[in-house]
């Protein structure tokens, strides 16, 4: 016998299992229960991901506009940095969203119970948290995701870095070595390099961001050679070992030959998987697949129809805007039986380095493998009126369309609030405009959505 049931038990409380409990509730359940097992509720986002990235970013992109003071008739003395205070601020806006119990309060007014400890599964109805078994009708496996850790002998025996750990770093490394050139390499690679850290990113594919458009990537590519970082691409990691207060990191690049990286810390990278090891998942009947992830239907529901995932833990897309959609759609289907179906074929994302990166659909390369009629529009920062006045010239809009439909098969833009811009893209997507559609209508003068216009307008 349980001590307790549930109507909806979710195990997770980053932004998968916080939607999910809100949506649970506004859906008429009013037996709810989440458990997190790491003592912080959520999950990585808030905590140790974008919020405290982000803060940092936004500190490092004044620093660089203050040393460009010059270029906009502007005379401020040498700008420095004060890592402590850099840290301090992103902790305080860490705490503005997750201290004081804030969340906690959140559950506790919703009726929410929280349920402190690792949750494992013990019949197709029940798990069991810190000794005791819970039922409940139905559960949403919200446990997030863990860093992948690559096979490279001396590796773990030498050290490194995780995300959370570079964030209690109190002074900047003088060199770091990045394990993975996609999103979050690249943006602690934009946090340091800045800084004056000797930063070297180690890529596997043969450009960084390799889920991006290689045009775009080029660029970000070229912006941290001229930032002084270096970029290591169609490289592997041979080796990691260390020698007194160094790590040597042996690399073979993209010609073969073979270097050694001495470096104050290595951060690793190199991507993440659904953290799903703990869950006993064979005592509930839940089946996973060929990779190691859940095997879900349309509704996000497992091979147990009493059980649903979301987020990192479904394993589709790992972002926090997907793992949001995904918990009200996993709870919503749960209470009220399989009606909604998240798609994610538009998917708008930014990556925000400096230029910072928009993106959403196919890029050119995967739109040409997929047998599409491929037209392409390009519209450069430069082009415009408005990156004239505000000075960041630095950037590219491109389109990919199929030529023959106009149907806008992607939008891909890094320079200036490209992360933003992307959205419009994304809209007329979620539309089903056209190409047509997006060069026609009139964009305010002058502003960077302008370029959206032009890319559509030159779509051949």
């Known amino acids: 016998m349980s001590d307790e049931r549930f109507q909806v038990l979710i195990i997770g409380s980053g932004p998968a299992g916080f939607a999910a409990a809100e949506a649970a509730y506004a859906a008429g359940a009013r037996s709810i229960a989440v458990a997190e097992a790491s003592g912080t509720l959520g999950g990585e986002c808030p905590n140790w991901g974008c919020l405290p990235t982000k803060s940092l970013l936004s500190s490092v992109e004044a620093l660089i506009k203050a040393r460009q003071d010059g270029e906009v008739g502007l005379l401020c003395p040498k700008p420095g940095v004060d890592f402590g205070s850099l840290m301090r601020r992103e902790r305080d806006i860490v705490k503005s969203v997750t201290g004081g119990q804030r969340l906690e309060k959140e559950l506790a007014g919703m009726g929410v119970r929280l349920l402190p400890g690792h949750a494992k599964f013990v019949a197709p109805d029940a798990v069991e948290i810190a000794g005791v078994r819970y039922e409940a009708d139905h559960f949403v496996i919200a446990s997030g995701s863990v860093n992948v850790v690559p096979p490279i002998p001396g590796l773990v025996e030498a050290g490194y870095l995780d995300v959370p750990g570079i964030l209690k770093l109190e002074k900047s490394p003088r060199s770091l070595a990045i394990i993975g050139g996609g999103p979050v390499g690249v943006e602690f690679a934009q946090i340091f390099a800045p800084l004056g850290t000797a930063v070297t990113i180690i890529e596997a594919a043969s450009h960084i961001l390799p889920r991006e458009d290689e045009e775009i990537a080029s660029v970000i590519e070229n912006s941290f050679r001229d930032q002084g970082a270096t970029v290591l691409t169609s490289a592997k990691v041979l080796s990691v070992y260390r020698e007194g207060e160094e790590r040597v990191v042996e690399v073979s690049d993209a010609s073969g030959e073979v270097i050694n990286l001495r470096v104050e810390h290595i951060l690793l990278a190199a991507g993440k998987r659904p953290l799903l090891d703990q869950l006993n998942l064979d005592a509930a009947g839940v089946a996973l697949d060929d990779r190691g992830h859940l095997v879900l239907n349309e509704y996000l529901q497992t091979t147990n129809s009493r059980v649903y995932a979301a987020g990192d833990a479904a394993g589709r897309m790992m972002y926090t805007s997907v793992a949001h959609r995904e918990g009200q759609a996993a709870a919503m289907n749960a209470v009220k039986g399989n009606s909604v179906?998240?798609?994610?074929?538009?998917?708008?994302?930014?990556?925000?380095?400096?230029?910072?990166?928009?993106?959403?659909?196919?890029?050119?390369?995967?739109?040409?493998?997929?047998?599409?009629?491929?037209?392409?529009?390009?519209?450069?920062?430069?082009?415009?009126?408005?990156?004239?006045?505000?000075?960041?010239?630095?950037?590219?809009?491109?389109?990919?369309?199929?030529?023959?439909?106009?149907?806008?098969?992607?939008?891909?833009?890094?320079g200036q609030s490209a992360a933003e811009l992307v959205h419009e893209i994304a809209l007329a997507m979620y539309a089903g405009l056209t190409v047509s559609d997006l060069a026609n209508m009139i964009h305010a003068f002058p502003t960077y959505a302008e370029g959206i216009a032009l890319a559509a307008s030159n779509v051949s």
Not at 365 to 391: C, I, N, Q, W
């Open 341 to 414: 179906i998240v798609n994610l074929s538009v998917m708008p994302r930014g990556t925000y380095c400096h230029p910072e990166v928009g993106s959403v659909g196919l890029t050119e390369a995967e739109a040409r493998a997929a047998h599409f009629d491929v037209a392409v529009g390009r519209a450069p920062y430069a082009a415009l009126s408005k990156s004239l006045t505000s000075g960041d010239q630095q950037g590219l809009i491109k389109i990919v369309a199929d030529k023959g439909t106009g149907e806008i098969l992607g939008g891909h833009i890094v």
